[in-house]
């Protein structure tokens, strides 16, 4: 009886990790290969390491960034573009890039 329970255990485990792989992948929007991605209104926290490096446009405007560093977004080493609007009077203020991350302001 162990047997079977270890098996629907190991097959749940792995179903929901497929659940969590296919939502990462499917959060941002893709707008052309592998350049220009919308990630808008999704209740990001941080960048998705489901982007590729070749990115150059990013949208993540009505996310939140609790906090931006140098490092936040230097593995998008092609990024031109960034908006990262926020609402106004919601707890969030509008992060520019500091301009040692690669992105011009």
Known sequence: MALPV??????MLFSA???ATT???QTC????ANKTYNCENLGLREIPDTLPNTTEFLEFSFNF???????TFCRLTN???LDLTSPCGQ???THAPDGKSGVER
């Open 79 to 81: 990024l031109i573009f």
């Open 29 to 32: 929007t893709e707008k052309e």
């Open 6 to 11: 270890s098996c629907l255990l190991v097959a």
């Open 91 to 93: 707890g969030q203020e």
């Open 23 to 25: 939502f990462s992948d």
């Open 17 to 19: 990790s497929c659940k």
């Open 65 to 71: 960034l609790p906090a931006i560093q140098n490092t």
